[in-house]
């Protein structure tokens, strides 16, 4: 299968999360798409730069206005003075006033952000952007007949919503992807969110469609974040009533756990029957990930990739998280080549 991905993803880079009451380095750092590219390279797949989408083709996805605010957040924040990473620290909660965009930036940004993980930068949108345009791109070519393809996106998506960005994520790179299948002759896409988080912005975006299905096992979000969303009775609202499943699993859930809900997922999208599947690939259910607590081992990817293969839906894989630095590039590649195998 064929790769897309873009160098600029490392413009997005020195920021802080609060983490356990500190301020501590991301854990969704630069050097993650570096060991991914060099495992799938070594697998011999060819990896290629994104084609040029404008700013428009966001807007099927994301308002607008909150694509405007991450473009220009950063020269924002520079304008009153600031520099280096911005983070927010307060937001609209319970009894507030949660429809009034504030002027001042800080008041944008906990307007639009959930959590104080998800430092902006000033690189953060051209890195985020060039990540959209890889989903785009992949999708594109399965578009065009491609079985697969695989955009190695950097930062990650799937916690963005309509006009939310958190959990190191900013433009929902999936639902960028099943928006472009669907306005590429595909009636019907299913999104299958196999990251250990839940694919909140994913489940935001597409929660009253009935034309995009949206499929998530993760870790329960009881105990797990994003906390607020993930949990079974969420099965979509209006016209998209019955279109979103979720599968919350245990901390410590093993393979044998986790292949039966696998198996449960799939057979939702088969009952779908969609023209077009897009896999939402993190790999932090590994048992290495550092913030993370599935007991997934190496061998595992490949009998993931091989499941989803079965399936016998052109596939567009867009990479999620995955924290355990050093081994993500071949658990990747082991989903990818159990896929092609
Ligand atoms: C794309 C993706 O995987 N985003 C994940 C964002 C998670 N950010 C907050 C993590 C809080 C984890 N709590 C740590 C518990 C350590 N045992
Ligand atoms: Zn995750």
């Given at each position: ?79 009153i ?19 009034h ?5 800080n ?17 953060t ?6 990540a ?34 958190g ?31 839940h ?9 009253e ?18 906390y ?18 979720n599968f ?94």
């Open positions: 299968m064929r790769v897309v991905h873009s160098p600029r993803h490392a413009l997005h880079d020195g920021g802080m999360e609060l983490h356990r009451g500190e301020l501590v380095p991301c854990f969704e750092m630069p050097a993650r798409a570096d060991f991914i590219l060099q495992a799938v390279r070594q697998a011999g797949l060819e990896v290629s730069e994104p084609q040029a989408f404008g700013l428009e083709s966001l807007w099927g996805v994301h308002d607008a206005g909150f694509v405007e605010f991450l473009r220009t957040a950063h020269a924002q924040w520079r304008a003075g600031k520099q280096g990473f911005m983070l927010p620290s307060g937001f609209p909660a319970r009894g507030m006033r949660r429809d965009l504030p002027s001042g930036i008041g944008q940004m906990g307007y639009y952000a959930f959590d104080a993980g998800t430092p902006i930068v000033q690189g949108w051209d890195a985020a952007f060039a959209a345009q890889c989903a785009l791109t992949a999708a594109a070519w399965v578009a065009e007949g491609e079985r697969s393809a695989y955009a190695l996106c950097r930062p990650p998506g799937h916690h963005a919503g309509h006009s939310t960005y959990g190191y994520c900013f433009l929902n790179n999936a639902a960028l992807a099943a928006q472009h299948l669907r306005e590429r002759g595909c009636a019907r896409v299913a999104v299958l969110d196999v990251d250990y988080h694919g909140n912005g994913t489940q935001d975006i597409f929660w469609r009935a034309d995009v299905l949206v499929v998530s096992l993760h870790g329960t979000p009881e105990t797990e974040y994003p607020f969303l993930g949990y079974a009775d969420e099965r979509g609202a209006g016209a998209g009533e019955g279109f979103t499943h919350p699993l245990p901390r410590g859930t093993t393979w044998a756990q986790y292949s039966a809900a696998l198996d449960s997922a799939l057979d939702a999208v088969a009952r779908f029957g969609p023209d077009a599947l897009v896999v939402s690939l993190g790999v932090d259910t590994y048992v290495g990930d550092p913030i993370s607590a599935f007991a997934l081992e190496r061998e595992h990817f490949p009998l993931m990739g091989r499941r989803l293969a079965q399936l016998r839906l052109p596939t567009v894989f867009v990479q999620e998280g995955g924290y355990a630095v050093e081994d993500l590039g071949l658990n990747v590649a082991g989903v990818l080549e159990g896929f092609d195998a």
